[in-house]
């Protein structure tokens, strides 16, 4: 399975970007998806991620109520719709997927088998 991401830029803040990513050789169909970013200097940070059985989506703190992660089947696609972005927003953003996650593992980054190569986010002014 292998990810294509796509959609970073660079904008100012308050602006909005959507992320993309397609998986080829799987549907997203009965599979968990998420995002993770990292900054420089930081480590891994989980973003956004759906679940795969009820697709229930659960979010970091840091991105609840500006950030949507949301699946078109049948594009076979998942989204990540970023609003209101901050300076500390800027990362480079991966997409996730694995079909036998459970719920609990969702943010954590080695509980997922599957990695986008990682498209970059530029927050500034």
């Known amino acids: 399975v292998q990810l294509q991401a796509s959609g970073g830029g660079v904008v100012q803040p308050g602006e909005s970007l959507r992320l993309s990513c397609v998986p080829s050789?799987?549907?997203?169909?009965?599979?968990?998806v998420g995002w993770f970013r990292q900054a420089p200097g930081k480590e891994r940070e989980f973003v956004a991620a759906?679940?795969?059985?009820?697709?229930?989506?659960v979010y970091s703190n840091s991105v609840k109520g500006r950030f949507t992660l949301f699946r078109d089947n049948a594009k076979n696609t998942v989204y990540l719709q970023m609003n209101n972005l901050k300076a500390e927003d800027t990362a480079v953003y991966y997409c996730v997927l694995d079909g036998s996650i459970i719920s609990s593992s969702l943010s954590s980054a080695s509980a997922w088998d599957y990695w986008g190569q990682g498209t970059q986010v530029t927050v500034s002014s």
């Open positions: 050789g799987r549907t997203l169909r009965g599979a968990a």
């Open positions: 759906s679940t795969r059985t009820n697709g229930g989506t």
